[in-house]
């Protein structure tokens, strides 16, 4: 046997080592939680050297280590006012608004929860929000009253629930989930979701929750501009009816998840168009126009002109090209939506595909929206950038 070990042994023997002292330093960082930011030129920590007179474990934290990762987005719908008509306290409102709904998603995605449950947690936020169109905010329909839809996709196994035409239910994403969760259907409308609801032991409110006095006037607006039009022809009048309540049409909020084991959900939810006539239903409970979620492809929420998106399948189609052309989710997202412009349709889109990469695409002034990823850094915009 050699008495002495040549360079190469020595440099084996000392990247042994090395690998050992690693392993122990990823014990302990798993031990202690995730790793904080360290700054790209900072020296490794395990090359750092303590004071004179003190004695420290020694933890290697290598770069790669990450939180799990996870990927979340949400939306306000595109029915934003311009840029002329939005005050900074108005706009502080909604920032804070988008901000909390980020957050309760945020929150259960940090904490291993499920995309899913992240998906409702937000939608909720925004539904008890009177500045959107859906839940609090939802707009009134040609009869003075509200109606509500609303829709939830698990990209894990395609399983779906949606409901429609709610008049009483507070949170209608959460009937939403019961649908998919607790029934063999995929969607309820009208009194037998409110029995279903009822069944379920779902919080109830009067209509008159649901009264803001934004909507009513945006109402008695379109009303004035109708009894106009009816001393013009009859084509002037549909165009001009059309004009008046293009805004207020696109109000929607919605969710899309990539949880920490894989999954993807989506969810959407929307108190329809403002002056919309009796049992009008647009996307947003339709599963493939206004939501849809595949664990193999991407998870999407969709707002704006309901009837262009359902011709379209919207939701869907963006998948397809996930699916069969291999296209990035932003691409695929940007091509539909300019198929909705197309059709005369204005709107955009949140998706997440399976790698945790968010698009949020509209063809309109602005989109109240915001992201947030498994480092904490949130984006919450309005505008076009």
Same mark, same amino acid.
């Given at each position: 046997?050699?008495?002495?070990?040549?360079?190469?042994?020595?440099?084996? =023997?000392?990247?042994?080592?090395?690998?050992?002292?690693?392993?122990?330093?990823?014990?302990?960082?798993?031990?202690?939680?995730?790793?904080? *930011?360290?700054?790209?030129?900072?020296?490794? %920590?395990?090359?750092?050297?303590?004071?004179?007179?003190?004695?420290? =474990?020694?933890? +290697? @934290?290598?770069?790669?280590?990450?939180?799990?990762?996870?990927?979340?987005?949400?939306?306000?719908?595109?029915? &934003?006012?311009?840029?002329?008509?939005?005050?900074?306290?108005?706009?502080?409102?909604?920032?804070?608004?988008?901000?909390?709904?980020?957050?309760?998603?945020?929150?259960?995605?940090?904490?291993?929860?499920?995309?899913?449950?992240?998906?409702?947690?937000?939608?909720?936020?925004?539904?008890?929000?009177?500045?959107?169109?859906?839940?609090?905010?939802? %707009?009134?329909?040609?009869?003075? &009253?509200?109606?509500?839809?609303?829709?939830?996709?698990?990209?894990?196994?395609?399983?779906?629930?949606?409901?429609?035409?709610?008049?009483?239910?507070?949170?209608?994403?959460?009937?939403?989930?019961? %649908?998919?969760?607790?029934?063999?259907?995929?969607?309820?409308?009208? #009194?037998?979701?409110?029995?279903?609801?009822?069944?379920?032991?779902?919080?109830?409110?009067?209509?008159?929750?649901?009264?803001?006095?934004?909507?009513?006037?945006?109402?008695?607006?379109?009303?004035?501009?109708?009894?106009?039009?009816?001393?013009?022809?009859?084509?002037?009048?549909?165009?001009?009816?059309?004009?008046? #309540?293009?805004?207020?049409?696109?109000?929607? +909020?919605?969710? +899309?998840?990539?949880?920490?084991?894989?999954?993807?959900?989506?969810?959407?939810?929307?108190?329809?168009?403002?002056?919309?006539?009796?049992?009008?239903?647009?996307?947003?409970?339709?599963?493939?126009?206004?939501?849809?979620?595949?664990?193999?492809?991407?998870? +999407?929420?969709?707002?704006?002109?309901? *009837?262009?998106?359902?011709?379209?399948?919207?939701?869907? #189609?963006?998948?397809?090209?996930?699916?069969?052309?291999?296209?990035?989710?932003?691409?695929?997202?940007?091509? @539909?939506?300019?198929?909705?412009?197309?059709?005369?349709?204005?709107?955009? @889109?949140?998706? @997440?595909?399976?790698?945790?990469?968010?698009?949020? &695409?509209?063809?309109?002034?602005?989109?109240?929206?915001?992201?947030?990823?498994?480092?904490?850094?949130?984006?919450?915009?309005?505008?076009?950038?």
């Amino acid at each position: 046997m050699r008495e002495h070990r040549t360079q190469s042994e020595e440099r084996h =023997e000392s990247r042994r080592k090395f690998l050992v002292h690693a392993a122990a330093g990823l014990s302990a960082a798993a031990a202690l939680g995730p790793c904080s *930011e360290v700054a790209a030129d900072a020296p490794p %920590v395990a090359d750092q050297q303590p004071p004179r007179g003190r004695t420290t =474990e020694r933890r +290697v @934290v290598p770069p790669e280590i990450a939180p799990p990762p996870f990927a979340f987005a949400i939306h306000g719908g595109v029915g &934003t006012l311009t840029k002329s008509e939005m005050t900074p306290p108005l706009e502080r409102e909604y920032r804070a608004a988008l901000d909390a709904a980020l957050t309760a998603g945020y929150t259960i995605l940090r904490g291993g929860g499920s995309g899913l449950d992240a998906v409702v947690a937000a939608i909720k936020v925004m539904e008890d929000a009177p500045l959107f169109n859906a839940g609090k905010g939802a %707009v009134f329909t040609s009869a003075g &009253t509200n109606e509500l839809d609303a829709s939830i996709m698990d990209g894990s196994n395609l399983k779906a629930g949606a409901v429609s035409t709610l008049k009483h239910i507070k949170n209608p994403i959460v009937l939403a989930r019961l %649908v998919m969760d607790e029934s063999k259907h995929v969607m309820m409308v009208g #009194d037998g979701a409110e029995a279903f609801a009822r069944q379920q032991g779902l919080q109830f409110v009067p209509q008159k929750y649901f009264y803001t006095e934004r909507r009513w006037r945006a109402l008695q607006q379109i009303k004035e501009e109708e009894r106009k039009q009816r001393k013009m022809s009859k084509s002037t009048g549909r165009l001009s009816e059309r004009v008046a #309540d293009r805004r207020e049409m696109f109000g929607t +909020v919605g969710a +899309v998840a990539l949880d920490g084991a894989g999954n993807l959900a989506a969810g959407t939810s929307t108190g329809g168009m403002t002056n919309k006539k009796f049992g009008r239903v647009g996307d947003s409970p339709i599963i493939g126009a206004g939501t849809y979620a595949n664990n193999r492809t991407c998870a +999407v929420s969709a707002t704006g002109d309901g *009837e262009c998106f359902i011709r379209l399948g919207v939701a869907r #189609d963006i998948s397809a090209m996930i699916e069969y052309q291999n296209t990035p989710v932003e691409h695929a997202a940007k091509r @539909v939506i300019e198929k909705v412009g197309k059709l005369g349709g204005e709107g955009g @889109v949140i998706a @997440v595909d399976r790698t945790g990469r968010i698009t949020m &695409t509209f063809n309109t002034e602005g989109m109240y929206r915001g992201q947030i990823g498994a480092d904490g850094k949130k984006l919450i915009e309005i505008f076009k950038s």
